[in-house]
């Protein structure tokens, strides 16, 4: 399958918390649409929250995206107005307009059930069910937001995995190894290779289309997030923005380390826009959508060459090195703290980093690797169940990590011990191994130490 959806313009806070339950709400109004003459007899709707996305699903606004999701919005279809508009119409009118069609009563306290039981398939599950007027249940689906806004069912995810060299690609692998065999045998680069990988799925002109609207969508955040409307992130902290007196205050420095600055408030931004719920492109999630945009903001304003053509091929190595993380490990913190995410992002960047700046693949590997490696073992901890502390901050330093991995690979002459597909095996395992408390569900952690002070 195509690896564009790695990069999906959606919306705050979260990929799994909220683009992906809205989307699975979505996933139910389809269902609905396509056997209406069964549901057009439904008369209300019930969604049930499991595990981590019951315990933080109120910070991530899970219930919002389920609203918004049963109306049938799409996320790149989201405005403020229109964000406001289905909540009003649901808290002050008591009703959703089902799949769109439909106008049926809404009772907060008894349709949306928070449910601390974990489901065994995953951390995120949700059920959705439907009822007529009498209260007989007309249809239900489970239905898994595993991370990166993807979503599966619960057919989808008890079956085996599908074998995709059954899909007889001409070009197809699975892992690190497999990439670099590539590369060695057909002499390309990362993303050369990701380039004829996509195309056996897609145009040349769609390809360079996405990936370019992909890099003004991530442009807007930043932007916005610069010139936001208001100046305290919505939730229980109250925190105060910081990028806007930061873009302020900075300015040009013979300071050779000044340049760490703009790389946190380009990370920085990127990630309060998120936090405020505004639209972001999942990369490849949520919480750590800021990472890939500093590093691409860094080279296009303190380096020289970084064009369309360079944007383009920044994406396809990113996006190369995520379906790596997706396919053989997680990109979910809820699974496998944030090691899985804000690593998995750093990773990505540096591989692609590294490749725009000349790197063959053994050494875009390598970038990628030492930016996992020292993320390793971080969890998931955000405070309320807001994706604001830690979350902000560890944009900025997945970046410059990200940025000096793919530093250290370019400059390094010895051979490297650890592989790519070592490390991310070590940190599916470690994310395995890593306490329930500390994987996005404000148990432990920072979440509890600061958050029974706040």
């Known amino acids: 399958m195509s690896n564009l959806s790695i990069f999906k313009i959606g919306v705050g806070p979260s990929s799994s918390h909220t683009l992906g339950v809205m989307i699975g709400a979505n996933l ?53 107005t229109i964000q406001k508009e289905i909540l009003a119409h649901a808290m ?61 069912t619960i057919d989808e995810m008890n079956a085996k995995a599908k074998d995709e060299n059954k899909l007889n690609l001409a070009i197809n692998f699975n892992n690190a190894k497999d990439i670099l065999n590539l590369c060695s045998k057909h002499q390309w680069n990362l993303p050369k290779l990701s380039l004829e990988y996509e195309l056996q799925f897609n145009s040349p002109t769609f390809i360079k289309d996405y990936c370019l609207e992909i890099w003004e969508v991530m442009q807007s955040s930043y932007a916005n997030g610069i010139h936001p409307k208001n100046d305290y992130l919505p939730g229980r902290l109250h925190l105060k923005r910081r990028a806007k007196g930061l873009n302020e205050r900075l300015s040009i420095t013979s300071d050779p380390l000044g340049v ?13 826009e998120n936090a405020g719920g505004g639209r972001v492109v999942t990369a490849p999630t949520n919480g750590a959508c800021a990472v890939i945009p500093a ?30 993380y997706k396919k053989n490990a997680s990109i979910s913190g809820a699974e496998a703290g944030c090691q899985a ?68 690979a370019m400059s390094r002459k010895s051979d490297p011990k650890v592989s790519l597909d070592n490390i991310i095996k070590t940190m599916f395992e470690t994310g395995k191994d890593m306490s329930l408390k500390y994987k996005e569900t404000a148990l432990g952690g920072l979440a509890v130490t600061l958050g029974s002070v706040c």
């Open 92 to 152: 002050q009118s008591k009703k959703i307009k089902f799949a769109g069609l439909k106008d049926i009563k809404f009772n907060y306290e008894t349709d949306m059930i928070f449910s601390k039981e974990f489901l065994c398939e995953h951390q995120n599950g949700f059920e959705i069910s439907a009822f007529d007027d009498l209260g007989n249940l007309l249809g239900s689906q489970i239905y898994f937001s595993v991370g990166g806004g993807f979503v599966k």
């Open 295 to 324: 590093v691409m903001l860094y080279l296009k304003n303190h380096t020289i060459g970084f064009n369309d053509d360079k944007v383009i091929e920044f994406l396809l190595s990113a996006m190369l090195i995520g379906s790596l």
């Open 260 to 272: 760490l600055d703009y790389i946190s408030l380009y990370a920085i931004a990127v990630a309060e």
């Open 341 to 408: 995410e804000i690593g998995s992002a750093s990773s990505m960047s540096a591989a692609a980093m590294a490749s725009v700046m000349g790197a063959d693949a053994i050494k875009s590997c390598n970038a990628a690797e030492v930016a996992m490696e020292h993320h390793l073992g971080l969890t998931c901890d955000p405070v309320y169940g807001l994706v604001q502390i830690p979350c902000i901050e560890r944009n900025a330093f997945g970046a410059i990590k990200a940025i000096s991995a793919a530093r250290m």
């Open 28 to 80: 139910f109004c389809q269902k609905a649409i396509d056997e209406w003459e069964k549901y057009s007899q439904t008369a209300r709707i019930q969604t049930k929250l499991y595990g981590s996305l019951s315990l933080t699903g109120k910070g991530h606004l899970s219930d919002s995206a389920i609203i918004w999701g049963l109306n049938n919005i799409k996320a790149k279809e989201l405005t403020p």
